[in-house]
């Protein structure tokens, strides 16, 4: 999947996941993990917002970041979704921006309508724990 950036210099994501948690006795949450890679200052995504205009908190995983010549940053931030979102997306897509709290923001990234009905069909089995997580990999930038 390609991510072009509305700018040059806004930054890119690198990689998406959808994963999925059981809890006993019968809730599940959903998670998108989003792998981020920029350069030029700390963003700092705190939320998440579709196209549509919907927001959504964005939890802060992991950083890394390399200094050399420029700094590049490599974010790992957690945006959680609810199951109705994710069946009312199931033939459009998602299509979602990273904000900083100074109102920076990713380029765009978006999980196709293929690999959310992919997900959620593997949803649908049973699982063999009650405490496995389901993860549907990542969907890489080409």
């Given amino acids: 999947m390609t991510h072009n ?3 040059k210099d806004n930054p890119e994501v690198e990689d998406i996941s959808l994963h999925a948690i059981k809890k006993p006795p ?3 949450r959903y998670f998108i ?3 981020d890679r920029y350069r ?16 959504f908190p964005a939890a802060f995983l992991q950083q890394s ?5 420029h700094c590049e940053f490599d974010d790992t931030i957690e945006i959680e979704l609810t199951e ?5 997306h ?15 923001a990713s380029a765009p990234f978006t999980v196709t309508p293929a690999y959310i009905k992919g997900f959620l ?11 496995i997580g389901v993860h549907a990999g990542p969907i890489r930038k080409q």
């Fill in 5 to 7: 950036a509305v700018r």
């Fill in 26 to 28: 019968d809730s599940i």
């Fill in 33 to 35: 993990t989003v792998n």
């Fill in 40 to 55: 030029g200052h700390w963003r700092g995504a705190i939320q998440a917002a579709d196209t549509e205009g919907k927001v």
């Fill in 65 to 69: 970041v390399n200094c050399e010549f």
């Fill in 84 to 88: 109705e979102y994710l069946v009312g």
């Fill in 90 to 104: 199931i033939n459009s897509g998602i299509i979602m921006h990273l904000y900083g709290p100074g109102g920076s």
């Fill in 121 to 131: 069909s593997t949803i649908d089995k049973p699982f063999q724990s009650s405490n």
